[in-house]
């Protein structure tokens, strides 16, 4: 299995997930162009994913997903509820091809099972996702709302995971939001923390996990090299751990 995160961050989201012949595309929150550009230098292919899948509404998550269905011929696979809300926040355009699931419900892609998760996030029907082949577990576990019931027996059967580390406490509590937007960002809706982060992982090490992405880091509330040293501390130094960027692509990285 192969992981590339095309882009991680609030200005956009897209990962590539590669495995046994299938080639996935999970959110679609950069351009077309620069989906198929970062795709093509990691050796990939975008005109040959078998769909594009929808974590929630958005905009950072599905703003290109009509442009993928178009541009690329990908299907849209979302819940009912999530096509409907992004349809309405982005102007998506024309979609001709779009297949609804229900949160909870697992999707087969030929040999390759994606597991999708309910999640509190505030988007209208979110979900996280686990890809599995047979042999291997990776997880998609951005946008959670906050460390949920089964959070942490989930990460615990995975191989690797891109898992959100949004903010820093002390960085959000003193930075420039407006205190509304501090509530929501750390409220049950909101996202999850660096050290919530690393509580999650510190659970989970020594077992099956082999790495971990840390993803959706905030622009004012966080740097990569602060998430990496708080999970240092918290996990310590057995565990692998890269940092997705919001800015351009990292990996490819096996599973």
Not at 3 to 8: F, P
Not at 36 to 54: M, N, P
Not at 216 to 230: V, W
Request: aromatic residues 6%; proline residues 4%; charged residues 20%.
């Amino acid at each position: 299995m192969r992981v590339t995160a095309l882009q991680s961050g609030s200005n956009g989201n897209c990962i590539h997930v590669e495995t046994r012949g299938v080639s996935l595309i999970f959110d679609a929150g950069i351009s077309g162009k620069q989906a198929l550009q970062r795709l093509s230098a990691a050796g990939g292919d975008i005109h040959l994913a078998a769909g594009v899948v929808i974590s929630h509404d958005h905009a950072d998550h599905v703003r290109s997903a009509g442009v993928f269905q178009r541009k690329f011929g990908l299907p849209i696979y979302a819940t009912a509820e999530t096509f409907q809300a992004a349809a309405a926040r982005c102007s998506l355009g024309s979609v001709d091809d779009v297949r609804t699931f229900r949160a909870g419900q697992a999707l087969q892609f030929g040999p390759v099972k994606v597991e999708t998760i309910p999640t509190p996030h505030d988007g209208a029907d979110g979900t996280a996702f686990v890809i599995d082949d047979g042999p291997r577990r990776f997880g998609i576990l951005t946008d959670l709302g906050h460390v949920f019931d089964g959070l942490g027996e989930l990460v615990g059967s995975l191989d690797a995971v891109l898992l959100e580390s949004n903010y820093d406490p002390q960085m959000l509590a003193s930075g420039p939001y407006p205190a509304f937007l501090k509530r929501r960002i750390r409220g049950p809706s909101g996202h999850i923390s660096n050290i919530e982060s690393a509580e999650l992982l510190a659970r989970c090490a020594g077992r099956r996990l082999r790495w971990a992405c840390l993803g959706h880091l905030s622009e004012h509330n966080n740097r990569p090299e602060l998430a990496i040293a708080t999970h240092r501390q918290i996990v310590g130094s057995g565990l692998a751990l890269h940092v997705a960027s919001r800015y351009g692509s990292v990996g490819p990285f096996d599973v």
